[in-house]
């Protein structure tokens, strides 16, 4: 098994910047990729951005160019670094790792951007 735990959100002003943290711990050796999911009231999951071990990056179209996904591999973290925060962003981001099933991601931590 592995655990995941989120730090680093909170509120924001439109056009500011969250960096968001999750440490996994565990069975590390299993993990192969690491993101973030989010969810917004009302709207289904939507997979923000990815790592994988090998360094490959995938964002959603809707974060392009404005967040950035990085990887400690020695501490098992990864990052999240987002800037020009939009309203839309305002949502929970869960960390999952694996791609795998809610029940498997981290608690989740809260962002909100809001003037």
């Known amino acids: 098994q592995v655990q995941l735990v989120e730090s680093g959100g909170g509120l924001v002003p439109p056009g500011g910047s969250l960096r968001l943290s999750c440490a996994a711990s565990?069975?590390?050796?299993?993990?192969?990729?690491m993101g973030w999911y989010r969810q917004a009231p009302g709207k289904q999951h939507e997979m923000v951005a990815t790592i994988t071990s090998g360094g490959s990056t995938y964002y959603a179209d809707s974060v392009k160019g404005r967040f950035t996904i990085s990887r400690d591999y020695a501490k098992n973290t990864v990052f999240l670094q987002m800037d020009s925060l939009k309203p839309e962003d305002t949502a929970v981001y869960y960390c999952?790792?694996?791609?795998?099933?809610?029940?498997?991601w981290g608690q989740g931590t809260q962002v909100t951007v809001s003037s």
């Open positions: 565990g069975r590390t050796n299993s993990i192969y990729a």
């Open positions: 999952h790792y694996n791609y795998g099933k809610p029940n498997q």
